[in-house]
Structures are given as structure tokens and as C-alpha cells.
């Protein structure tokens, strides 16, 4: 499990006893918070963000646990970067993750200097791949966000548990959180059991502020000695959900070097792994 999955689970998570599973909205830092029911139906931006992330060409910028990140879609390939265009260095663009071609590739960087490592997508549970390069989440790296996924469920590139059904739209809201007001439109996810029973729900609070979707956060319910507990799981800031793709986003003006992935051969063992290509450069820049 990543770390950020594992923070959200243990550290950042605030648990709340509130008095009934459809009533939970929670913001993870303390806040003043007045909720009414307003008449039911999805924010009319709903149905667009669902038209956009299904068409499979769009860019997506939001933050999480402060840090800003984007994923971009284009021709069946995915693109995950963090920080932001024009920021200064320490914010810059940085390559995280990319999905091209049938093959899937995870960057790092050598001081300033990005390189890559690639993998075709049928070798991702090879046995042999050194598991210092965390190829296992490469996937989930470039999928979509799984608060964004109450808009687009069958991501192609997600993973849902066969326990837990997709979000579907429940009720709308009026929610205060200190002195500001959203509409929250609430996505129920229902955790069965292999008995086929409920084991607990996940809300997705999807909040609005004057039309646009501003965050949404991922809530935990469960039932206990008849009242409900609630706890945050997750929250992300939606910056944009456009369906502008940066000009050379997956074919860079620099040329960014791409080297085998790790699977135990002479190379890896000599601490130089074969040179197979590159990403970008100016004559392949697009």
C-alpha cells in the first residue's frame, strides 16, 4: 500500500459519531458546519465532467495533502506530473507516471534531470521485476483520482474491490464549513460482505461553489451500537477539468533518457541498466 493511502488511513483520518449515515459531511480540520437539504439532482457541471473524463482526452489539476498534481489523457495514453506550469523550481512540472503504447513508464530524477524506466503491461506482475521500483503502482498512478471516479467509475486504468459497488449519486446538500457555504452533491459506495451484506458505505462529498466543483472528500461510514462513525479518509482541492492538453506534455522539447525496467539480469546486477530510448528532445517534440 502506498504511504499517502496509509496516511490518509491512519493519520489523517478525523473520526466523527454523528446521528445518521445520510447526515455525514465532515472537513478534515475543524470547522463550524450547517448543512440543509436543497431540492435533489446532481449540479448541472456533473454531467459535464462525466462527458469529459469518458471521452478519454482531458486534464485534470487538482491537490492533495498540499501538493499539486495532474493527469493528463490523450489517444489511449496517461500522463501523471506534479506541481504546476510557469511555477518556480521547487513547484515546477516534475514526470511521474505514464501509460504509452502498451507499455507503462515511472520517472525519477538524477538532481534536475528527469529519466525514465519502462515496462510493457503484460510484464507488471512479473515475479522477476525488482521490487525496489514499485512497479505495482504505476497503474494507479495514472488513473484517475478516486474521488473523481464518482463521475467516471470504469476507468480503465482503476481498481475497485469486488466488495465495494460504484458510486452512485444519493442526495444533494447545502453544507457550511466555517464561514463558507457549498452545495454537496453526495455519492454513496456500499462495502458488502461475501455474505452479501452491508459492512459499511463510503460518501463522496463532491462540493460546489457557484457552479464549479471545488473538493471533493471521501468518508468511511459505519455502523456501531446503533449510531454512525464517520471518518475522512481523503480530501482533494479540484483546480480545472479541462479538455486542453498542454502542448508537449507527452513529447517534451527535452529529451528525457529511458532505461530498462529491473529484472535481475547482468545489467541490474552491474548497477547500469541497458539504455533503450528516449522520451521528448527537439526533434520529436510535438
Known sequence: ???????????????????????????????????????????????DYRTRLASGTFCVTYVR?????????????????????????????????????????????????????????????????????????????????????????????????????????????????????????VYKSVIRTQANTTAGTILYNALYDGGRLVRIQKVLVIEKNGMSEATVLSSIEIEGISDQIPAGAFSPSFEIPVYEAGTGGMNDLLGSPARVGTIGGKANAK
Not at 17 to 29: F, I, K, R, S, W
Not at 84 to 102: L, P, S, V
Not at 118 to 135: D, F, G, Q
Request: net charge negative.
Open 1 to 47: 500500500m502506498k504511504a499517502r493511502k496509509i496516511l490518509a488511513l491512519a493519520g489523517c483520518a478525523a473520526l466523527l459519531t454523528l446521528p445518521g449515515m445520510a447526515e455525514v459531511y465532515a472537513d478534515p480540520a475543524p470547522a463550524a458546519m450547517q448543512e440543509s437539504a436543497v431540492p435533489a439532482g446532481e449540479q448541472a457541471g456533473a454531467a
Open 65 to 185: 495533502d498540499g501538493e499539486a498534481q495532474r493527469l493528463i489523457a490523450q489517444n489511449g495514453s496517461r500522463l501523471a506530473q506534479t506541481g504546476r506550469e510557469g511555477a518556480k523550481k521547487a513547484n515546477a512540472i516534475r514526470y511521474k507516471a505514464m501509460y504509452k503504447d502498451g507499455n507503462y513508464y515511472q520517472f525519477d530524477y538524477n538532481g534536475s534531470k528527469p529519466f525514465a524506466r519502462i515496462l510493457p503491461a503484460h510484464m507488471l506482475t512479473s515475479p522477476a521485476l525488482n521490487p525496489e521500483e514499485y512497479w505495482e503502482d504505476v497503474p494507479d498512478d495514472v488513473a484517475l483520482p478516486e474521488e473523481l471516479r464518482i463521475f467516471f467509475a470504469d476507468d480503465q486504468f482503476s481498481y475497485r474491490a469486488p466488495s465495494l459497488t460504484a458510486p452512485a449519486y444519493e442526495t444533494t446538500k447545502t453544507l457550511t464549513l466555517g464561514s463558507k457555504t457549498y452545495t454537496a452533491d
